[in-house]
């Protein structure tokens, strides 16, 4: 199933929203650099698929907080990750 | 596993392409296979050898030499791309008269069909976009 990644913060692209309209039952959601800002505020509460991972260090770098149901990956993970999808569909604009 | 990753963001301009990099060191560390690199739109300045950031700032140019030498890695720049962003190598310099080449080492200029070939020859195309 696809593993979606998403970098961009919710607050300035469309990227999440258009990632959601074509997520699908057994995908997953991965936010990567600027896109772990949708692990904040109003947006945090409206992520409806699942499951969900991030960055550990992207989160870290911007000083945010793990929100609960949410799943943190190092560079290893994320490699993992990748190897457990296919395809690998990155949303940036 | 056999990876290819696309990169399509300069070395600067966001943090997409040290993602990319960070990817690539971290695949390799853990025994997969990455068939190729393919740098295409703004991607191609990561195979600038004139690019001369700071010394306490990442040089992601040199960074992706050091793990070509180290992994005999495929790095390829899209010649398209890299034409209209004045990446050249001595033979398209010398081809479009222009007065320098500044293609960096270990990297190669080559058309997207080595990004099909990528996508036919991997089991995983990972892209980051700008």
């Given amino acids: ?93 | 596993m056999k990876f290819s990753l696309a990169v399509y963001a300069a070395p600067h301009s966001s943090q997409s392409a040290a993602s990319a990099l960070r990817f690539a060191r971290t695949l390799l560390e853990q025994g997969h296979q990455l068939y190729r690199v393919f740098f295409y739109c703004d991607g191609v300045h990561n195979g600038s050898a004139i690019a001369a950031p700071p010394q306490d700032e990442a040089n992601l140019v040199g960074q992706w030499q050091a793990l070509q030498k180290q992994y005999s890695l495929d790095l390829v720049i899209c010649i398209a791309a890299a034409q209209r962003r004045g990446v050249l190598n001595r033979r398209e310099a010398e081809r479009l008269e222009r007065p320098a080449a500044n293609l960096a080492e270990g990297f190669e200029l080559a058309g997207l069909g080595q990004l099909a070939d990528a996508v036919a020859n991997s089991d995983r195309l990972v892209t980051f976009g700008n």
């Fill in chain 1, 1 to 93: 199933m696809t593993l979606h990644i998403v970098n961009k913060s919710p607050y300035s692209s469309r990227a999440l929203a258009d990632c959601f309209a074509s997520f699908a039952d057994g995908d997953a959601l991965l936010l990567i650099e600027d896109g772990v800002y949708a692990l904040t505020g109003f947006i945090a509460d409206n992520i409806a698929v699942a499951p969900v991972y991030c960055l550990e260090a992207d989160v870290r770098a911007r000083g945010l907080q793990m929100p609960k149901g949410i799943q943190s990956l190092d560079d290893t993970g994320w490699v993992k990750l990748c190897t457990e999808h296919n395809p690998i569909v990155s949303w940036f604009q």
